[in-house]
């Protein structure tokens, strides 16, 4: 549900205007004055700002300005209110960084064209720099995994040769071999990252989930700084679940996102914390299917954000993009499965991934 925040000092053109919107599935907020609208703004995130360009407190301006000079604010479209039918509230609405403007007397379905064309123009140009982005790592991880493939095959070939003409009961053949699955293991994994941004059809294979999480986990840890690495983190999997059918990368890829969300929430406390990863099976639309809780004891998820945590370009952080949780549960998706959140009774939070049985 898409969230609208108005700001205007009359009661009864806040009042059409919340009828519209809500009558619309639009979620509706409101201030009277300027100098709250910056801080209602962080606080609801709306998708899209109704600013009256005449306001006792401040010009509407003025409150435009400042949104734009807002770094948490500065991508919320701007939809500006004018009363005159001239272009004098027009252009100086638009120079003020205002995205589109209306009149207040405009009809309910203008007002209504303005506000959704304001949400997709986001999206679209927001999922266009996400591509960019994207390719642009994508040639850089390619250059590196290429650069580490050589020497690797090296390793690899030399160990072969090795294995060749030592005899299988000595104590060389027992280095050998680990050697050799070494290199098999960074094979794999190397093929894992290059999945995560390659555009192409999925690699789906039929695997089983535990030794899946065990290596993401693995390379999460690794990852992090030292001083990160006071965080608790446990796979549990005492059940035997039934095997996936899912591209192993892509779904690492979407487990080293949430395990990072869940590192970052903890990072907010400045105690600690613990991460849990565990497996089950559940069934979603009489299907029976395997599930992997990624859970945190951290802040949680302010409940107003509970439905929107996976929109496109949400964000609640100064420094986030709100594109990792929407390429998670688009990932997911892709793999036939659901993402979904939740808060836990006791503190923190749990993301849910579930994905069906494979056949």
Same mark, same amino acid.
Request: aromatic share 4%.
């Given at each position: ?5 108005? &700001? ?10 919340? !009828? ?28 899209? %700002? ?51 403007? &209306? ?23 927001? =999922? ?15 250059? %590196? ?16 040769? =090795? ?15 680990? %050697? ?28 089983? +989930? #535990?030794?899946?999480? *065990? ?8 990852? +992090? ?5 006071? !965080? ?8 035997? &679940? ?14 080293? /996102? ?15 914390? *613990? ?8 069934? $979603? ?13 951290? #802040? ?14 949400? !964000?609640?952080? #100064? ?20 993402? $979904?959140?939740? /808060? ?11 994905? #069906?049985?494979?056949?």
């Amino acid at each position: 549900m898409s969230a609208v925040l108005i &700001v205007d000092d009359n009661a009864a053109d806040r009042a059409l205007l919340r !009828t519209i919107l809500g009558r619309a599935g639009y979620s509706v907020f409101e201030v009277a004055k300027g100098q709250d609208a910056i801080q209602q703004a962080r606080v609801v995130r709306p998708h899209v %700002i109704i600013l009256d360009v005449n306001l006792p407190d401040l010009s509407g301006l003025d409150v435009c300005r400042a949104i734009r000079a807002d770094r948490e604010l500065s991508t919320i479209p701007v939809l500006m209110l004018t009363v005159r039918h001239d272009d004098t509230d027009v252009v100086a609405g638009l120079e003020a960084g205002a995205d589109d403007y &209306v009149a207040k007397d405009a009809d309910g379905a203008i007002i209504l064209g303005r506000v959704r064309r304001l949400i997709e123009f986001r999206q679209m140009s927001g =999922l266009a720099m996400l591509n960019q982005q994207l390719a642009q790592i994508g040639r850089l991880l390619t250059g %590196i995994v290429h650069e580490i493939r050589g020497p690797l095959a090296v390793i690899r070939g030399h160990a072969e040769l =090795l294995r060749l003409k030592t005899a299988t009961d000595t104590e060389e053949a027992q280095w050998i071999e680990s %050697i050799l699955r070494s290199t098999r293991l960074l094979q794999m994994r190397l093929d894992h990252l290059m999945a995560t941004v390659r555009n192409r059809s999925a690699d789906v294979q039929v695997i089983d +989930l #535990p030794p899946l999480l *065990r290596e993401a986990v693995d390379l999460f840890v690794k990852g +992090l700084p030292p001083g990160d690495r006071q !965080t608790q983190l446990e796979v549990i999997s005492k059940m035997p &679940v039934p095997k996936v059918r899912v591209d192993p990368g892509r779904l690492i890829q979407v487990l080293l /996102n949430l395990l990072g969300n869940a590192q970052e929430a903890l990072a907010r406390t400045n105690r600690g914390g *613990r991460i849990l990863v565990r497996t089950g099976t559940a069934r $979603s639309q009489d299907r029976p299917g395997v599930t992997v809780d990624v859970c945190d004891d951290g #802040p949680g998820i302010p409940e107003m954000f509970l439905d929107r945590v996976f929109e496109p370009f949400f !964000t609640t952080r #100064p420094e986030g993009t709100g594109y990792g949780l929407y390429l998670a549960s688009e990932i997911v998706k892709e793999q036939g499965g659901q993402l $979904s959140a939740r /808060n836990n009774p006791d503190g923190g939070a749990t993301f849910t991934i579930w994905l #069906p049985e494979a056949p």
